[in-house]
């Protein structure tokens, strides 16, 4: 229990997915205008990161160690396709859930946190429970950084940024200056 | 609301009639006590650290930032601040970078003064704690003759500091989380502990900001909640886990003094309507006594507002409906 | 082919195919061609790993023997032994990909040299990993080497390359006691930290000891079958360390 | 294609004009996770350029054998094969820079530089002229992980490649290898290269907050 705790712990705050990890960071530089957007992103981001998390736990429980060579491909291949299959399920079932999420989800397939979630996992030798746990960690991690940035952002907006930093120069300082108050999280809950 | 007349001023305009400059000033009055505690206990060495810290900001501000920017006096508080947060001991170069980083990236490049998201002295401060972290966390005990140098303060630029003749000592915080043993609360209230060079002395630190808080200058909101939050939390803590400090001091310790009043209080970086300078300022105490008691540091405040600061967006549209026009509301 | 034709040749192509005959036709098309990108994808895959495999077990081997070596203290060579159930053997009943293992490291006469074990926590930022070597006849920690970490450079980090730091658990009494520098008192089961890097130092301690907490019983156990001569200075020892951990536990 | 682009363009362009990652913004994850030594960057350089070699030569040959349907499934198989192959390689054979480098190395398959030239260039155009475009993206991109590395190392550790530079008393900025740093040397080229483009053309747009600005823009945002 207290090991899941700690892998909840690392992956949103100490290694936070974004700001220590450097995961998921297009949606995190792309889509961090605005606070509505990245609140749904990061749903969505958590929603696929859990079904990564169980796909990539049975790969490596009953196919992996016969075939080690394939982990890449069949990570790809089998996530982009389950959360195709989940697209349209939720298509089907919740037309509400798929107006707010779905159109995320194409995006959230090819995208580092995803796959990096899965290598992760499988690096660390992370089994079922600390799996979920880690991708649950890690998603609430990336939308805690999104949602921060969105909201900077907002306010930032209105303000007289010099020309040379208007583009993506500040959002890469606070990004920063985020990472560097992150830091402060370091070793917690560790002893 | 039917007709708003824009008045373009920078960002800390909800007080009143008084200008910006005018506050400034008194902001850097009301270090004037903390400044001389630091000189009392560190000599010399807080003279040199302290103005090495406020030159990089002052000379940041006056190549960098926009024509007569100077007079306002933020640089300078910003320089005062950051200067206040480091060790006795620290290269001057080091102390001069940090202010350099805290206007650069800190203010200038939000466009100046009031649009900012972090405090420019804290964030500062956290890039040389990263960078360096051993001078930052070098303390020099506070005995010896009065005259002599804390640490190597003359260190060339960007080489190591030679290491110190002088013994070394730990902070009140560091000795409790890592040797278990408590520091006298008389030394503490007085300032004569380790630490950094204005946080020890509790008494001028509540002097200055009793002074701001009667001029009105800043939330008395703010650093209140922090205390109470700090205070409440850890004995509630302290009573469950015997071995855990108290109130008392987690209130003394460290650097939440000079944090709570003089850093977090900041009016461009902290929130804007009453409601959220509360939820600001418990969150801060929150944070303060998570990092202190099971993360991996002995001191948590300067993180703790940092990372409040970045909520700080998000509390004002939660607690102002409009961001634009209210200010009056808010403030009466 | 000029710009202003491309658009019109597009529409009109487009529009004159009738849809339901190209659907059919590709269909078919499509699996086959990625049925036979795949196979050939497979292919080059197998090639390659057929002809790294050899190279990364032998490297890892390597680094392992290497490792062990270094911990035990110049030891020959080593076996590795598995815990089933509650015992260590070198030929357990159930899988080995699942048990837990330490290695035992003989020197040149064949006699048992130490246990080497490695273990893994959270440290400052990350898991730390590391091998350390142990001797059940004394009681010892013989030897650490870090396998893995992610602290922070020049200051936790120094805890894998620090000469000073990792020369303290050359010999150190169990279960460990960090201390700072200058609080040293020379005692058996003192390792003197890394100055500024003490969060890290502690760790590494921590996890020594938790992992001998926990598997210090089947190890002295083990030990005892290979030298039965040592079986009673090891309980002797297991004594001595209940008395240290006392003794420590007001600091 | 509006034009037809000479080799020299082909080949230029990907190095500054539309620098995978310091104009067109791709890949950044490698370039800041892994910058932290200049070797680990040029390990992760190397890989990157040969994967995207192999992967735009394949797809420009077979260009008109794969169907328009499934394309993106047949450049990410192609994609991950060369990938894996890498990551294969450099696990045998340069084993500690595979280690320090951890997953990033499979996580190439899912940088955006690799899968835009597929589909904005090799897929639409010759071998020759593929051949061309991915050396010269794949050197935009070393370059760009060479300065990152560069700075980092240098200033974090005092040493390029290893090799001590400053000497034995440099005292190192420890935050510029850590993940902060990472973010702060980018954003600082960035901030460059801005002030590099303005100083020669564009000036300055107007202040966004001219006098007469409504109330509106405060409401939308609710």
New interface residues.
């Given amino acids: 229990m207290k090991e899941l705790f700690w892998i909840f712990i690392s992956a949103s705050l100490v290694s936070n997915f974004t700001l220590a990890l450097f995961l998921g960071l297009c949606p995190f530089l792309g889509v961090s205008g605005k606070?509505a957007t990245a609140v749904r992103m990061g749903m969505a981001n958590i929603f696929v990161l859990v079904i990564t998390s169980l796909t990539v736990s049975a790969l490596n429980t009953w196919v992996l160690p016969h075939a080690p060579y394939l982990q890449l491909i069949s990570f790809i291949v089998v996530i982009a396709s389950l959360v195709q299959i989940v697209e349209m399920a939720i298509k089907k079932l919740s037309p509400t859930l798929f107006r707010e999420l779905g159109i995320f989800l194409p995006l959230i397939t090819t995208n580092c946190a995803i796959l990096g979630l899965a290598l992760f996992q499988t690096n660390r030798g992370y089994g079922f429970m600390e799996g979920l746990v880690f991708a649950l960690g890690g998603g609430v991690g990336l939308t805690l950084a999104l949602?921060?940035m969105a909201?900077?952002r907002?306010?930032?907006e209105?303000?007289?940024?010099?020309s040379v930093?208007r583009n993506m120069?500040?959002v890469l300082?606070?990004a920063?200056?985020?990472s560097?108050?992150?830091?402060?999280?370091?070793?917690?809950?560790?002893s | 609301?039917e007709n708003?007349r824009?008045e373009?001023t920078a960002s800390p305009h909800i007080k009143g009639p008084d200008s910006t400059p005018r506050i400034m000033w008194s902001v850097v009055g009301s270090l004037a006590p903390v400044i001389f505690a630091a000189i009392w206990y560190f000599g010399p060495s807080a003279v040199f650290v302290i103005a090495a810290a406020t030159l990089g900001c002052v000379l940041t501000e006056r190549v960098f930032g926009p024509g007569g920017s100077l007079k306002d006096g933020s640089a300078v508080i910003t320089g005062l601040l950051l200067g206040l947060t480091l060790p006795a001991g620290i290269?001057l170069w080091?102390a001069f970078l940090g202010g350099i980083f805290a206007i650069g990236?800190?203010k200038?490049?939000?466009?100046?003064l009031g649009?900012n998201?972090?405090n420019p002295a804290l964030?500062g401060r956290?890039?040389l704690q990263?960078?360096?972290?051993?001078?930052l966390?070098?303390w020099p005990n506070v005995s010896g003759p009065w005259w002599a140098l804390r640490g190597d303060n003359f260190?060339?630029p960007?080489?190591?500091?030679n290491p110190v003749a002088t013994v070394t000592g730990a902070t009140p915080l560091g000795l409790m989380k890592?040797?278990?043993t408590h520091t006298e609360l008389a030394k503490l209230i007085i300032g004569s502990t380790g630490g950094s060079l204005g946080e020890t002395a509790a008494v001028m630190i509540l002097l200055g900001g009793a002074y701001l808080a009667l001029k009105k200058y800043l939330d008395w909101r703010i650093p209140i909640s922090i205390f109470l939050t700090v205070a409440v939390l850890s004995q509630i803590i302290h009573v469950f886990m015997p071995e855990e400090p108290g109130a008392l001091f987690m209130l003394f310790s460290g650097g939440l003094m000079l944090g709570a009043v003089f850093m977090a209080t900041d009016m461009v970086t902290s929130p804007t309507a009453p409601k959220g300078a509360w939820i600001y300022g418990g969150g801060i105490g929150v944070?303060v006594v998570?990092?202190r008691l099971?993360?991996?540091?002995p001191e948590?405040v300067?993180?703790?507002i940092?990372?409040m600061?970045?909520?700080v967006?998000?509390i004002?549209?939660a607690t102002q409906?409009?961001?634009?026009?209210t200010g009056k509301e808010a403030a009466a | 082919m000029s710009e202003q034709k491309l658009p019109v040749i597009e529409t009109e192509s487009g529009g004159a195919q009738p849809p339901p005959v190209q659907v059919e036709a590709s269909s078919v098309r499509l699996i086959s061609t990625l049925a036979v990108a795949g196979a050939l994808a497979g292919m080059a895959i197998v090639m390659v790993f057929q002809w790294a495999k050899p190279r990364i077990d032998k490297h890892n081997a390597e680094v392992l023997a290497a490792a062990v070596t270094d911990v035990l203290g110049g030891a020959q060579r080593y076996e590795t032994v598995f815990l089933d159930g509650d015992h260590f053997t070198t030929e357990p009943q159930s899988d080995t990909a699942g048990l837990d293992r330490v290695y035992v490291g003989y020197d040149a006469n064949g006699q048992p040299r130490g246990v080497a074990m490695e273990a893994g926590e959270p440290g400052?930022q990350d898991v730390i990993d590391l091998l350390f070597g142990f001797d059940p006849a004394t009681g010892d920690v013989i030897g650490m080497k870090v396998l893995n970490s992610n602290e922070?450079p020049?200051?936790g980090a120094k805890i894998t390359y620090d000469s000073t730091f990792i020369g303290e658990f050359n010999g150190v009494g169990t279960p460990l006691q960090g201390v700072?520098k200058d609080r040293a008192k020379g005692g058996h089961d003192e390792v003197v930290m890394i100055?500024?890097a003490?969060?890290s130092s502690r760790a590494v301690i921590k996890i020594i000891n938790d992992r001998l907490d926990a598997i210090e019983q089947p190890v002295d156990s083990y030990w005892s079958t290979l030298a039965p001569a040592a079986a009673t200075s090891a309980a002797a020892k297991s004594g001595g360390s209940v008395t240290n951990a006392a003794s420590g536990g007001g600091? | 294609m509006s034009r037809r682009t000479t080799p020299q363009e082909d080949f230029i362009r990907g190095i500054w004009k539309e620098n995978p990652v310091l104009v067109q913004l791709l890949g950044l994850c490698p370039t800041l996770a892994v910058t932290g030594t200049v070797d680990n960057a040029l390990t992760m350089g190397i890989a990157t350029f040969f994967v995207l070699l192999g992967s735009s030569v394949l797809v420009a040959t077979f260009k008109s054998v794969i169907p328009k349907e499934v394309r993106i499934s047949a450049y990410i198989l192609v994609i991950a094969t060369f990938v894996t192959i890498a990551d294969n390689v450099l696990h045998a054979v340069v084993p500690e820079i595979h280690k320090s480098l951890g997953p990033f190395v499979p996580l190439i398959v899912v940088n955006c530089i690799i899968l835009g030239r597929q589909e904005a260039f090799a897929s639409k155009n010759t071998v020759g002229r593929a051949t061309l475009d991915a050396i010269g993206t794949g050197f935009g991109f070393i370059i760009t992980m060479m300065i990152m590395g560069s700075m980092r190392e240098l200033l974090g550790n005092g040493t390029w490649l290893g090799y001590p530079l400053?000497g034995a008393?440099?005292?190192p900025?420890?935050?510029?290898v850590?993940p902060?740093?990472g973010f702060?040397t980018l954003g600082f080229i960035l901030?460059g290269i801005a002030w590099w483009k303005g100083r020669t053309a564009v000036p300055v747009r107007p202040r966004r907050?001219p006098?007469g600005?409504t109330?509106e823009?405060?409401?939308s945002?609710?």
């Fill in positions: 606070v949602v921060l909201s900077i907002e306010t930032v209105l303000a007289d940024v010099p930093a120069g500040l300082i606070l920063g200056s985020l560097l108050a992150f830091m402060g999280f370091a070793g917690l809950f560790s | 609301m708003p824009f373009l290269p080091m990236l800190g200038l490049i939000f466009g100046g649009q998201v972090f964030l956290a890039f990263a960078a360096f972290p051993e001078a966390t070098t260190a060339l960007f080489m190591s500091a890592f040797e278990g944070l998570v990092i099971w993360g991996g540091l948590g300067m993180y703790a940092l990372l600061n970045s909520l967006p998000f004002n549209r409906p409009r961001l634009f026009g | 400052f922070t020049g200051l700072k100055t500024g003490t969060i600091l | 400053f008393h440099f005292e900025w420890v935050i510029m850590l902060p740093g702060f901030l907050w006098h600005v109330t823009v405060g409401g945002t609710s």
